[in-house]
């Protein structure tokens, strides 16, 4: 099984830009679905966006489409999420996940999860 952690979080004003890494550990990266969660305080755990086992497939949530930019390199075994344009509401913790189903937004589809980091953008 894959294990997950997250780096790359900070405080950052709006319109400036933040890259999440999420590394993983084992030799099965490559045969995982990627996904990034936030969860806001208070708030349930959301989507953010998500990616096929080769990259060719690449879903968001609509709130962040546009702005936000999810790859990988399995060579690496590392998925990024790359935010430009950060607004004050994308103010959470990230988290990634990996799962076994492609293009599916719901958190209890994942099966693995990271420690989260944490966002913040100061208005």
């Known amino acids: 099984q894959v294990q997950l952690e997250e780096s790359g979080g900070g405080l950052v004003q709006a319109g400036g830009s933040l890259r999440l890494s999420c590394a993983a550990s084992?030799?099965?990266?490559?045969?995982?679905?990627m996904a990034w969660f936030r969860q806001a305080p208070g708030k349930e755990r959301e989507f953010v966006g998500g990616?096929?086992?080769?990259?060719?497939?690449?879903y968001y949530a609509d709130s962040v489409k546009g702005r936000f930019t999810i790859s990988r390199d399995n060579a690496k075994n590392t998925v990024y999420l790359q935010m430009n344009s950060l607004k004050p509401e994308d103010t959470g913790v990230y988290y990634c996940?990996?799962?076994?189903?492609?293009?599916?937004?719901?958190?209890?589809?994942?099966?693995?999860w990271g420690q989260g980091t944490q966002v913040t953008v100061s208005s």
């Open positions: 996940a990996a799962g076994q189903v492609v293009n599916t937004r719901a958190p209890g589809a994942y099966d693995r």
């Open positions: 990616i096929s086992w080769s990259g060719g497939r690449l």
């Open positions: 084992g030799r099965t990266f490559s045969s995982y679905v």
